[in-house]
C-alpha cells in the first residue's frame, strides 16, 4: 500500500460526520474505490468514483475526489456505532485494472 | 443470490507445509482476484484469474500458485510455507478483469 495513503485512526461522536481522507500517487488510476472492514471479516464495497468525476453521493455517503492533487474522501453523515470498522480505499490503474492496490485502512470509531 | 464464499473459514499449519485455499465466485461472476492481508494492513493482490488462465500477477515468488476451473472457481496453493504466510486471504469476484470486485469472507492462516 505504499502508492496509497491514509491516515490510521479517526474517532467521532454518534450522529456527527466523519470525513477519512485517502491520498494517491497514480496519475493513471481509473476507478477508485471504498471498501468497509469490520472485525475477522471479509471486505464490503461501500462505493466507487470514476476518475473523471469530482464527486459522488450514495444515501449517507458522499465521495470526493480532487484529481489534480490526487486526493479522496469520504464522507458519511449522521455516523452510527454500527459504522465502526477499518475503512480501505483502493484505486485501479489504467496499466493495470485487474489489480487494486489498497492503502493501511483507516479505522473509524464511533463513540455513543 | 449468494455472494462470493471461501474455504475453509481458518486454518493451521506448520512451516515447510502446502496449503489449498478455495474459493467460489459470486454467480455471474467470471474473473477471481486474490489478495493476502497481513494483520494491520491493507489488501496486496496477489494474482487474477480469467478463463482459466493467470492474467495479472504482483510480487508474490512461486511458491503462490492458481487456478481458475471452469465453472469458474478458484484455488490458491501456497508451497513451502513461511511463518510470514501467515495472514488472511481474501478472493474477490468481478464480472470481468477490469469491473469491479466483490469479496469473500476470506480464510485465516496461521503458520507455526
Known amino acids: 500500500g505504499e502508492d496509497v495513503e491514509q491516515s490510521l485512526f479517526l474517532s467521532v461522536r454518534e450522529g456527527d460526520s466523519s470525513v477519512i481522507n485517502c491520498t494517491y500517487t497514480?496519475?493513471?488510476?481509473?476507478?477508485l474505490y471504498w471498501y468497509k472492514q469490520e472485525p475477522g471479516a471479509g471486505l464490503q464495497l461501500l462505493t466507487y468514483?470514476?476518475?473523471?468525476?469530482d464527486m459522488k453521493q450514495d444515501q449517507r455517503l458522499t465521495v470526493l475526489l480532487n484529481k489534480k492533487d490526487k486526493h479522496l474522501s469520504l464522507r458519511i453523515a449522521d455516523t452510527q456505532t454500527g459504522d465502526s470498522a477499518i475503512y480501505f480505499c483502493?484505486?485501479?490503474?489504467?496499466?493495470?485494472?485487474?489489480?487494486?492496490?489498497f492503502g493501511q485502512g483507516t479505522t473509524l470509531q464511533v463513540k455513543p | 443470490d449468494a455472494g462470493v464464499t471461501q474455504s475453509p473459514t481458518h486454518l493451521i499449519k506448520t512451516r515447510g507445509q502446502q496449503v489449498t485455499l478455495r474459493c467460489s465466485p459470486k454467480?455471474?461472476?467470471?474473473?477471481v482476484s486474490w489478495y493476502q492481508q497481513a494483520l494491520g494492513q491493507g489488501p496486496q493482490f496477489i494474482f487474477q484469474y480469467y478463463e482459466e488462465e493467470e492474467r495479472q500477477r504482483g510480487n508474490f515468488p512461486d511458491r503462490f500458485s492458481g487456478h481458475q476451473f471452469p465453472n469458474y472457481s478458484s484455488e490458491l496453493n501456497v508451497n513451502a510455507l513461511l511463518l510470514g504466510d501467515s495472514a488472511l486471504y481474501l478472493c474477490?469476484?468481478?464480472?470481468?478483469?477490469?469491473?469491479?470486485?466483490?469479496f469473500g469472507p476470506g480464510t485465516r492462516l496461521l503458520v507455526l
Open positions: 454467480s455471474g461472476h467470471d474473473t
Open positions: 497514480d496519475s493513471s488510476s481509473t476507478y
Open positions: 483502493a484505486e485501479s490503474r489504467s496499466s493495470n485494472t485487474g489489480k487494486l492496490i
Open positions: 468514483i470514476f476518475s473523471n468525476m
Open positions: 474477490a469476484s468481478s464480472p470481468g478483469q477490469q469491473e469491479t470486485q466483490y
